[in-house]
């Protein structure tokens, strides 16, 4: 039997474990302010590997002076990015950061549509359902038990390894962002993202509210008053040209050009109003903006603000004002060519017998801190799963399987092996 045939052997043999945990993960509710936990019970697994564990708080002041920096309007307290760190004896091979978020996104509207509650993990058909099980705990698992499998040989990497959990993917990126201020260097980085293929771009993402101010009135004179949820959504319906320009063919970078409709602009929530028989004098809009990796954060924000601007002059008397919360994240382009790309394909084909596929994905991840500020080369490839962000997510167990294989086989071929004892 090859190391690599031990290692695929070694991981199988410790797939109910992996499960176990996952399930046990899921079940933490680390929706935004409750991650704590969630990365508590991250330290104490990571403590079983004998890793060295450092933890960065998240400090807005440091972060508002840093590339990267999302604005929030949320208070930072007990937050953290936690990192398990490996050093080899021999330090011969390279070095890899695996990362992933132990935040996920809230339910509290859509609960009683789940077949199970949200927090309860349930193993059914092959795949584990929970909120996070895909986005993206199963990922976090998958490169825990890669590096297990290799101390189960008796073996352990020739080079640093850093596994690292993080909060705030959903929301702004800080949490990774904090963890990149501590100065890590890796040969490269891996974030097992439910995209069961080798990323090669993702979108930018920006955050935004718009408040509006009418004038209330009785319904019984309506035309007496301006109706603020009214003007917010005519606010909101006056992007959807910019959106289809953005979606023009001749705007965008080679890795979106098959897309059908790449861009898309989200109104994720609406408040407004204060009594069903007065015209509402207030109303707020929370609108999603997405953009390719060659347009910037300040010419999007320009875009998005004359265009409001022009559609307000058609709306007397209404006031609005422009507020940015939460994602401010760039766009951007991974080394699909490079040795890191070239190492991760190959294990993958080893293991499932298939060169892996490559696609550019329409959503954010934390890779761009890395690729775009510390010029690592960086990529997402993880388990696959299916309705991250909606009802009943899940991830399939077969993916975590075969991707944690991949990624144990990456890291004995990235870094080399050494026994965990001589």
């Known amino acids: 039997m090859t190391q690599h045939e031990e290692i695929i052997r070694a991981v199988e043999e410790l797939q109910d474990e992996a499960i176990s945990m996952l399930s046990k993960l899921v079940e933490i509710d680390s929706t935004l302010g409750k991650e704590s936990p969630a990365q508590e019970f991250m330290k104490s697994a990571f403590s079983t590997l004998n890793l060295k564990i450092e933890s960065v708080p998240l400090n ?25 760190i490996h050093h080899s004896r021999s330090n011969k091979g390279k070095s890899v950061l695996f990362n992933g978020h132990v935040d996920v996104v809230p339910v509290e509207n859509s609960a009683d549509q789940w077949t199970n509650p949200p927090f309860k993990a349930v193993v059914r058909d092959g795949k584990l359902y929970g909120r996070g099980a895909g986005d993206m705990k199963a990922g976090i698992i998958a490169f825990f038990y890669a590096f297990k499998a290799l101390q189960s040989l008796g073996l352990q990497p020739a080079g640093t390894v850093y596994l690292q959990t993080v909060v705030e993917e959903e929301c702004s990126g800080n949490g990774t962002l904090a963890a990149t201020l501590k100065g890590y260097k890796p040969d490269a980085v891996i974030i097992p993202e439910p995209f069961p293929e080798i990323v090669t771009a993702q979108l930018g993402v920006m955050w935004l509210s718009i408040e509006v101010s009418g004038t ?61 028989s007065s015209v509402p004098s207030k109303a707020k809009i929370e609108i999603r903006v997405g953009f390719f990796p060659n347009q910037s954060i300040e010419s999007v924000k320009s875009d998005i603000e004359s265009t409001i601007g022009a559609a307000a002059k058609d709306l007397p008397g209404v006031k609005y004002n422009i507020h940015y919360s939460g994602f401010l994240a760039e766009g951007c382009e991974f080394d699909v060519d490079g040795e890191m790309v070239k190492a991760l394909s190959k294990a993958h084909e080893q293991v499932t017998g298939a060169p892996p ?66």
Do not use: M
């Open 60 to 84: 807005p002041t440091t972060l508002a002076n840093a590339r990267g920096f999302s604005p929030v309007d949320w208070e930072y307290s007990s937050k953290e990015a936690v990192t398990a």
């Open 216 to 276: 209330p009135a009785h319904v019984l004179n309506t035309s007496a008053g301006i109706n603020a949820i009214d003007a917010a959504f005519r606010l909101y319906k006056a992007l959807a040209p910019l959106e289809e320009r953005y979606n023009q063919p001749q705007i965008r970078p080679d890795a979106y050009k098959d897309f059908k409709h790449p861009i898309n602009f989200n109104l994720g929530k609406i408040i407004g109003g204060d009594w069903s």
């Open 357 to 422: 596929k490559r696609s550019a994905i329409t959503c954010t991840t934390d890779a761009r801190f890395f690729q775009l500020y510390h010029h690592i080369p960086s990529t997402c490839y993880g388990p696959s799963a299916a309705n991250i962000h909606g009802i009943d997510e899940s991830v399939c167990l077969k993916s975590l399987s075969d991707v944690t294989k991949v990624l144990a086989v990456f890291i004995a071929d990235w870094c080399g092996l050494e026994p965990i004892t001589v």
